[in-house]
């Protein structure tokens, strides 16, 4: 006949048994957990690595396209004709308007406002003092 300490026993031996296996569970459990948030700690520096080395390569190639155009320009405004890179457009203005286009035809160029001057009787009577009083502070007063 089974009696009750017979039953107990293996109820007491099974409590330890799962006690003891969930305490390497637990610990297996939390390095796994900190395992997978250093995982995504650094897939998330790799990420933003891999972000830094492609604007530093993109600034890179702006400032190299920038030098080209900054060598292209003295010679361009000089009215000598400039290889200008694929797709682009070369566009020398003055206060007329277009002087010299180059490059891909645009679909609209750009007017260039005219720009009046005044008068010379406006600052006539102010030229006239300066030069008499030889005062030069004068002058920008009247006009």
């Keep these: 006949m089974i009696t009750r300490t017979h039953l107990a ?8 048994f799962v006690l003891l296996a969930a305490i390497p ?20 520096q790799r990420l933003r ?8 390569l993109l600034a890179h190639e ?3 396209g920038l030098t080209t155009w900054e060598d292209l320009l003295p010679v361009a405004a ?8 694929p797709d682009a457009v070369f566009l020398l203005l ?4 277009i002087v010299q286009q180059q490059g891909v035809p645009l679909p ?18 102010a030229e006239a003092q300066e030069f008499r009083d030889q005062n030069l502070p004068r ?5």
């Excluded at 690595?49 to 530093?56: G, Q, T, V, W």
């Excluded at 003055?94 to 308007?97: A, E, L, M």
């Excluded at 750009?110 to 600052?123: H, I, L, N, R």
């Design 9 to 16: 026993a293996p109820v007491k031996l099974l409590a330890l």
């Design 108 to 125: 609209y160029y750009p007017q260039v406002p005219a720009v009046s001057e005044a008068p010379a009787a406006v600052f006539a009577a």
């Design 139 to 143: 002058p920008a007063v009247l006009t």
């Design 49 to 56: 690595e891999r972000l830094e080395n492609a604007a530093s």
């Design 62 to 64: 702006l400032d190299r």
């Design 25 to 44: 569970l637990a610990a297996l459990g939390s390095l796994g957990w900190r395992l997978l948030q250093q995982d995504r700690a650094l897939e998330s």
């Design 78 to 85: 000089q009215g000598h004709s400039v290889a200008v890179p």
């Design 94 to 97: 003055d206060s007329r308007g």
